[in-house]
Nanobody
């Protein structure tokens, strides 16, 4: 499973950013797709996931600010990030589950300035 994340960048606190993750195959074949992030000196952590059935799961720290969604026709999952905070600064990784394995894409850097 190949995953290509894009859309990271620099944004001011309070701003918004949309990041995307595309895969060549049908995302409906995947058990889930999601986003994790890793800040400098910290462990990778869950941000949000979206299952094949449409269920979502969010980290408490992003609930109400971030929204995960997908476009089945484009085989792409999105993470809309609003009300960004400096503590959201991290490398964001796209992840997907296929059969019994998990797959990771290269990260995209999101930097939130104060």
């Amino acid at each position: 499973v190949q995953l290509q994340a894009s859309g990271g960048g620099l944004v001011q606190a309070g701003g918004s950013l949309l990041i995307s993750c595309a895969t060549p195959g049908s995302i409906l074949n995947l058990r889930y797709m999601g986003w994790y992030r890793q800040a400098p000196g910290r462990q990778r952590e869950l941000v949000a996931t979206l299952t094949r059935g449409g269920s979502t799961n969010y980290a408490d720290s992003v609930k109400g600010r971030f929204t995960i969604s997908r476009d089945n026709a484009k085989n792409t999952v999105y993470l809309q990030m609003n009300s960004l905070k400096p503590e959201d600064t991290a490398v964001y990784f796209c992840a997907a589950g296929y059969l019994s394995s998990d797959y990771w894409g290269r990260g995209t850097l999101v930097t939130v300035s104060s």
